[in-house]
Every structure is written in C-alpha cells, then in structure tokens.
C-alpha cells in the first residue's frame, strides 16, 4: 500500500476500530470523525461534557449508531476514563480531544492505569503521503534530544509502522547535518554508531547515516554527490537528530510543499491520536485512518 | 524588490561586479558565470589550472572579454590568490570552484591575508523566493549549534543581508519547537532573551521568538493558534536553533516544494558564493545574483 486512497479502501474493507475520545466537545475534532465513520466505519467513545457532545454532534448531523457518549465533565477523569477503555481492550484507539496536552499525557504515561509499554518511548511519528509513497518521520513532537538508546527506540517502534502499512523492509535514514561524520556534530557521530549497531542486529530493514536531507530523499541529489550508501533518495524512515529539525521539516513539507500528512503517537501500548488544532480536517482525518491501521486486529 | 525576475532586471542595469574564482576548472561553475555574464553583465578572474578552465570555456563557448584566466595549480596558493583580489579590492565577491571546502575556507579566514571581520561570524544564508516575497533562513551550513552571542552576529547580519535586498524593516522569527518557552529546549529559551535583547535595541527590525516554523511562515496556522505576536506567518528571516535544522528545512524546501534558491556566505568583507555540486544550476545562477546585490558598490 503506498496511498492515502488505497489506505482508505483497504479500511473500509476491514472490521470497524473503536476510538476513545477525551473530551470530545470540539467540532473539528467530531468532524473528523463523523467523517471517519463515514469513509472507513469506526465506532466511538466520546467522553467528557454529555449535553455539549451530544448538542455539537447535532449541529454536524453526526450519526449515533456505533457512538457511546459518556459524561465526564473533569478533563483529568475524562482522560483517565478514556485510557482505562482502551487499556482494558474495550477501545483499541486513544484520541486526543479538546483537552490540554499535558493532562492528556499524564493519563497516557500514568503508572498504574496508564499506557507507558516497558521498552517504548512515547513518540510521534509524522506520515506524509509522497510521490514514492509514505515517508515516516519521528519525532517532531515529544523528545527535545533523543539520546542514542532513544533514537534506537525510535528506529524500532518506526520499523513497525511502517511494516504495518505496507512496507516490507524500510529504509532508514538517521539525519543529520551532512553525510560525514563531524565530530562537532554529535548527531553524525551517533548516526554512524547507531547504523553500526544495525549491522549486527537484524530487525529487517536497512539502516544508513549519517545522512544529509537531500540524499535521504532525492534520487538526483544522492547522484550529483556520487553517494553509494544503501539509500540513495529512497529513504521510507527518517529518523531526525531533534525535535526541532523534526518540527521543521514537517512543517515545511505542509505549508510549502502541500504534502498530505497525518501523525501519530508510538510508543504506547495502542496508537494514540494526538492532532493538533491547527491541524486541518484532511489531516485529522488521515491521522484517525493511519491509527486505525495500526491496531493489533488489523492486518491489511 | 521581491522577486528574483526583478532581481535580475535591476542587476542588468547595474555596474557589472567582479568575481574572483578560486579553482574555475568546473564546467557547471564556468556555466553559471556564463549566464551570469548574459543576464547581469559580470567580470571574472578565474584562477586554477589555466589550460583546463580555457578549454572548458571554448567547450561552453564562454565569452573571454572581462575574464581574466590566471594559472595557478596549486589549490592552496589558489585559494588565497583569490581572497587576496578581493581583500585588495580588484575583485568584489570570492567564488568557490572545484576546490575542497576546507582549503577554500581556510584561505577565507586566513589572519593575515583572510576576509575575516573583526566582528562577523562566517554563515550561509540560504535566500529562498516563496510567494511572500524573499524568505531568509540561517545557517544551514556552518556553525552546527550556534551560541547565544552568534545568534545575536547571524541576526543583525542577516537583517543587514535582507535590508540590501529590499526589505525596509525586516520581521526575524526565531524558530524553535514551539512558541512556548520550554526549559528542556535551549532553543526556546535563547529565543526569548534574544527577544528581549531586541527590546532594548533597535537595528531597525522586528525580532520574535520562541516560533514554530508553522506559525512563522503561514498566517492560516498563526490564525489557528491564535498567536498574537509581532509575527504571524510573515516572516522574512528565520534564525534556526542549529545547522541540521536549518539545512532540514532549506533542503525540504528546494526538493519537496521546488522553491528557487539561492544561497549566500555573509560576514566576511566580502560577500562569497560557496554553491555545492549538487545545487542545480539556477541555484548557482541565483546565487551570483544575491552576491551582486550584496557587494558595497550596488545599491539597488
């Protein structure tokens, strides 16, 4: 699978995903999923203010078949209520609604009713829907500086979206500055330890850095500079030295390059939906559509 | 002046400028000074291994008046021949050839007979033409994580750089993360005292930060968040948190979004065009352009 298109078909085809949704009193956020309901068929939980759900559901004509609304109007008891439904299996989605992102992670990484896996690290991962197919990238969101141990996480968890949606071996492309490694540039010194480590240890997938952008992702580029690496412009993962480049490049494939997107969050012990309010409807709705692949039950 | 088109047209009417060429034995460089040549009126001393760059130029049929071919084989005598036509004034603005970046950089710095200022700090600004008009991002290529004192040099040089360029008060975003001060960000925190530095300072600017990128460069995303800074997606610098985010997001944007690029050295006495093999060649072009507009004699 390598479109947003044939992501949608498949699910359509598949058993519906049930969300859980933490204060679901937002309408862009009851937009998207009235409109998930109604290309991919997911059934929900909508937790937090009962009267203001059920009265902004009328306003959008959203449909209540398949939809359970549940009155929690203290955003801390919302969040937990909603991750207790999907840590007991009732749900399998956990989304982020009109709620301050910090009360909403305090429930997600809560000790003993929580999310938090043993190994994971909480972590975003951006999919943007390009002209070779999907390109992952982690984490523009949560860790500042992923440390070494960190960004082998992060390969791990990303390795495994990207298998779940289609793609058999990944490329992975640790970016940093440029191609060789500068002791003053720690990124391009732990890339190159970290595609060391994977020459040893097999997890199926390719492993190269440290690599420039344009070498990661452009064919033409990787030519000019007669790089022979194992990714020549035809990286699917990259794995970013910061959360700022992260960010950055995430941001600038949206509002410069018009690059369909959506993210979610791994590292928990379900994939969360976790948009953002200047996120715009095709990219709410994609990102309900890449979690909803990414479920256990799934297998597209 | 907002565009490149205008750019051009201005330069064409302008005093020809004169570059110095450090190993000129490059086709795609002896290309782009051809059309350089063509478009603004130029002159050129091209230094490096005589014989080569003059069959070269028949091979391209480059014009010879106002070229000056001087032989020098030996890169490092070369290099510094050509910083010295520049620092004695003969030439205006130093180019790089087909000459390792190191050598030519340590010709540029050189303490006796170098272009280092007493005050600059060297960095590449990459002059992207989006629809707003000339976008300003820094640095994407030399400092991998610049200090507080060199954000500070790499503002008020860009400013200068913008100024030259036709932006009366230019806006200066400084990109992190986030908009939110965050203590586990360096970024986010250096961005607020520079901020506040700017408060007591006027260089005749506008300087906001901490910034996400989206927020700094799309007024729809500012809208969405509702920022209510000085800056909502009109930026006309950004000043990056490091090296790697910067050449992320310079190289997003010239392959993902095709933007026109261009890219200059500043704070030496001179500007440099330091363009690399894998810039195509309207890039090359461009950045001869922008290193015209910048030399002392133009006023546009």
Request: aromatic share 4%; hydrophobic share 45%.
């Given at each position: 699978m390598k479109t947003l298109k044939e992501l949608f078909a498949q699910l359509s085809q598949s058993q519906?995903?049930?969300?859980?949704?933490?204060?679901?009193?937002?309408?862009?956020?009851?937009?998207?999923?009235?409109?998930?309901?109604?290309?991919?068929?997911?059934?929900?939980?909508l937790l937090g203010k009962e009267e203001k759900i059920r009265q902004m559901m009328a306003e959008i004509s959203m449909r209540e078949d398949n939809v359970t609304v549940l009155d929690y109007p203290d955003p801390e008891e919302c969040a937990l209520a909603a991750v207790r439904l999907v840590r007991n299996g009732t749900a399998s989605i956990l989304m982020k609604g009109m709620i301050d992102s910090g009360i909403f992670l305090k429930a997600v990484i809560h000790p003993d009713f929580g999310l938090r896996t043993e190994s994971g690290i909480i972590a975003t991962v951006a999919v943007m829907e390009t002209e070779r197919g999907f390109l992952f990238i982690t984490d523009p969101g949560f860790t500042p500086l992923p440390s070494l141990h960190q960004k082998e996480l992060l390969v791990e968890q990303t390795v495994q979206v990207a298998?779940?949606?289609?793609?058999?071996?990944?490329?992975?492309?640790?970016?940093?500055?440029?191609?060789?490694?500068?002791?003053?540039?720690?990124?391009?010194?732990?890339?190159?330890?970290?595609?060391?480590?994977?020459?040893?240890?097999?997890?199926?997938?390719?492993?190269?850095?440290?690599?420039?952008?344009?070498?990661a992702v452009s064919q033409e580029a990787a030519l000019h500079k007669n790089y022979c690496g194992e990714i020549r412009g035809d990286a699917d993962i990259l794995i970013m030295p910061s959360l700022e480049a992260g960010n950055v490049l995430y941001k600038s494939?949206?509002?410069f390059a018009h690059i369909p997107t959506g993210g979610i969050v791994t590292g928990a012990a379900a994939p969360i939906v976790f948009t953002s309010r200047s996120d715009d409807a095709a990219t709410k709705l994609n990102t309900i559509a890449f979690a909803c692949a990414l479920t256990k039950e799934i297998c597209l």
């Amino acid at each position: 699978m390598k479109t947003l298109k044939e992501l949608f078909a498949q699910l359509s085809q598949s058993q519906n995903q049930t969300l859980a949704v933490a204060n679901a009193q937002d309408k862009e956020v009851l937009s998207a999923l009235k409109q998930a309901q109604e290309l991919i068929g997911i059934s929900a939980f909508l937790l937090g203010k009962e009267e203001k759900i059920r009265q902004m559901m009328a306003e959008i004509s959203m449909r209540e078949d398949n939809v359970t609304v549940l009155d929690y109007p203290d955003p801390e008891e919302c969040a937990l209520a909603a991750v207790r439904l999907v840590r007991n299996g009732t749900a399998s989605i956990l989304m982020k609604g009109m709620i301050d992102s910090g009360i909403f992670l305090k429930a997600v990484i809560h000790p003993d009713f929580g999310l938090r896996t043993e190994s994971g690290i909480i972590a975003t991962v951006a999919v943007m829907e390009t002209e070779r197919g999907f390109l992952f990238i982690t984490d523009p969101g949560f860790t500042p500086l992923p440390s070494l141990h960190q960004k082998e996480l992060l390969v791990e968890q990303t390795v495994q979206v990207a298998k779940k949606l289609g793609i058999e071996r990944p490329k992975v492309a640790l970016i940093s500055g440029a191609e060789k490694v500068n002791q003053k540039m720690s990124s391009s010194v732990e890339a190159d330890q970290l595609k060391q480590m994977y020459r040893q240890k097999d997890i199926g997938c390719v492993v190269d850095g440290p690599l420039s952008l344009d070498i990661a992702v452009s064919q033409e580029a990787a030519l000019h500079k007669n790089y022979c690496g194992e990714i020549r412009g035809d990286a699917d993962i990259l794995i970013m030295p910061s959360l700022e480049a992260g960010n950055v490049l995430y941001k600038s494939m949206v509002h410069f390059a018009h690059i369909p997107t959506g993210g979610i969050v791994t590292g928990a012990a379900a994939p969360i939906v976790f948009t953002s309010r200047s996120d715009d409807a095709a990219t709410k709705l994609n990102t309900i559509a890449f979690a909803c692949a990414l479920t256990k039950e799934i297998c597209l």
